[in-house]
């Protein structure tokens, strides 16, 4: 029984992640197109079509903007909703009173569209505009924390996550438990893994606790799947988080209450010899 449930954890039964992340900067692909989403007082850096001159009117924030291939809006756009396609990659940042969405690359067949020439550019929000951000929900393969080398973006500061799976009980009452849970340090680095190796796709949300500090909170959640948890820190190989059969086992309500009555009858047992005279076995 145990080598066939090691068997259907490992490759037969899906589970959920679930990661509370306090940090400055992620990275994701999206799966699903950026759409609906009213962002107020948006300042958009997106590339020139044609011989548009570079506005003088700038963020109060001094952020990035290439001027030779970029340009800004000129002013801040009061209310926008801008659409930004599947397969296009992001890059988010935090700072206090500054949230940055770089657009790093935009399929193809958008080039010439107006989410074709937010390429290389950004999405920025400024000062009193994040108090309006609300919540920014996204789909996707989200990498959550830094780069190593990019010391200028903040990492995770602080976290928690979740791996919730079937026990074998559960499988009856078709009730998922928490598998294992753990805390994130400081400069984790993390994502969804498949079984391939590659990044598994989630749910992300992000929102913006105190806009005068430099962190987001995003809850991520990934697909039920057979993916699982890479964490990496500064300087180490990625650590590949999953859920143990034995732990299940031992989580299992079925196998609790076995282990009690079992457990108990062996109490009565020792108890009885005892009252006897007899020594105890062992």
């Known amino acids: 029984m145990v080598t066939a449930y090691w068997l259907a954890l490992h490759f037969v039964l899906g589970r959920t992640i679930v990661l509370d992340v306090e940090t400055g900067s992620l990275e994701i692909e999206l799966e699903a197109e950026l759409s609906g989403k009213a962002f107020r007082d948006l300042w958009i850096c997106s590339r020139r079509d044609g011989d548009q001159a570079e ?8 952020v990035g903007c290439p001027t030779r291939t ?6 801040a756009i009061p209310i926008a909703t801008p659409v930004i396609p599947l397969g296009s990659n992001l890059k988010i940042t935090s700072s206090p009173n500054l ?9 193809e067949q958008y080039r010439g569209t107006d989410a074709g020439r937010l390429e290389g550019g950004a999405l920025i929000l400024t000062g009193d505009a994040l108090d309006a951000f609300g919540t920014l929900p996204l789909n996707g393969k989200v990498t959550l924390g830094a780069l190593f080398s990019e010391t200028d973006r903040l990492s995770t500061i602080t976290g928690r996550y979740q791996i919730r799976g079937w026990t074998p009980w559960g499988l009856l009452d078709w009730d998922m ?18 079984g391939q190796g590659d990044t598994a796709t989630g749910q992300i949300v992000v929102t913006l606790p105190d806009p005068a500090t430099p962190l987001m909170r995003v809850t991520a959640i990934s697909d039920h799947s057979l993916s699982n948890l890479g964490i990496q820190y500064y300087f180490t190989d990625e650590v ?7 732990e299940a086992l031992i989580l299992d309500p079925f196998v609790q209450l076995a282990l ?8 009565y047992g020792w108890l009885k010899n005892l009252s006897n005279g007899n020594e105890p076995p062992g």
């Not at 970029?70 to 002013?75: I, L, M, Y």
């Not at 949230?99 to 399929?107: A, F, G, L, S, Y």
């Not at 438990?177 to 498949?194: C, I, N, Q």
């Not at 009690?260 to 109490?267: C, D, L, R, V």
């Open 240 to 246: 590949i988080v999953r859920p143990s059969p034995i």
């Open 70 to 75: 970029h340009f800004f809006s000129d002013g």
């Open 99 to 107: 949230v940055r969405i770089d657009v790093e690359h935009v399929p």
């Open 177 to 194: 438990r928490v598998l294992r849970e753990g805390d994130l340090l400081a400069g984790a680095r993390t994502r969804f893994v498949s």
């Open 260 to 267: 009690t009555f079992f457990g108990a009858i062996a109490g």
């Open 55 to 62: 506005t003088e009117n700038r963020p109060a924030i001094p």
